[in-house]
C-alpha cells in the first residue's frame, strides 16, 4: 500500500505553518526568551499531527486497532447503528496519541452515517452516544459486519472521514483523522474473539484487537 504522505499527517501541515511562522516572527522580533513557548506550542503541533507507516498486522480474520491508544471498554452492548448485540471494544485517545484512522477489517463500507453533537471527555462511555460522531459499517468478504465509529471530544472540534458508502477498505488503510484528543469504538459479532483487555495500549494498524469467527 502506498502511503498517502510522509511522516507528518496532510491534515497537520496548515497548523504546523502558522505554529512555526508565529515561532520564528517572535524570535526574530522579541528574542529566544520570549519565542520559547511559541517554539513549545509549534513542537507539540508537530508531534501531534505526526502519523508514522505501520506494520499491518494479522490476516483477513484479524480486527485491528483503528487508532492508538489505551483500551477503556470491552463490553457487550446493543450497537446502535446495526440495531444487534455485539461486542464493543472502545480505543480512548489523548493529545499525544497519532490521531489518524484506519480500517479495522478487510471490507466494503456498507454504509456511513454522521450525528452531529457534544463534546465532553472521550473517556466517558456517554460520548458513544452524546458526542459528535462519524460511523462505517464495514462487511467482510465472508460476511462478517463490524461498525467503526469516531468519536470527537473534548477539545476535539472536527472528524475528517474520506470513504463513503462502496468504498473497498483494506485492513490497516488509512480513512480519517480527529483533531485534538477522541475515542474510536469498534462492534463486532459476538462470536468474535477478543484479544485486548481494559487499560492495554494499542497501536493502529500493528494491535489486533479480535479474531473473527
Known sequence: MNYPHPIIAREGWP??????????GVHLGFGAMPAFPFWIIAIFVLQFFRDPQRVI???????????????VVVEEVRDPYLDR????????????????????????VKQRWYNPGKF????????????????????TKDGQDVTSVQVAGLVARRILCYVDAGK????????????????????????ARVKVTIGEKVYASTTVLAELA
Open 120 to 139: 465532553v471527555n472521550a473517556a466517558l462511555d456517554k460520548a458513544s452516544t452524546e458526542n459528535e460522531r462519524n460511523a462505517l459499517w464495514l462487511r
Open 85 to 108: 448485540q455485539a461486542i464493543k471494544v472502545s480505543v480512548f485517545m489523548n493529545v499525544f496519541n497519532v490521531h489518524s484512522q484506519r480500517s479495522p477489517v478487510d471490507g466494503e
Open 57 to 71: 498486522s494479522g490476516d483477513a480474520k484479524s480486527v485491528v486497532a483503528p487508532a492508538d491508544g489505551r483500551i
Open 15 to 24: 497548523f504546523l505553518a502558522i505554529a512555526v511562522a508565529v515561532a520564528i
Open 168 to 191: 473497498q477498505l483494506v485492513r490497516g488503510e488509512r480513512y480519517g483523522f480527529i483533531r485534538f484528543g477522541s475515542r474510536l469504538d469498534v462492534y463486532l459479532p459476538l462470536d
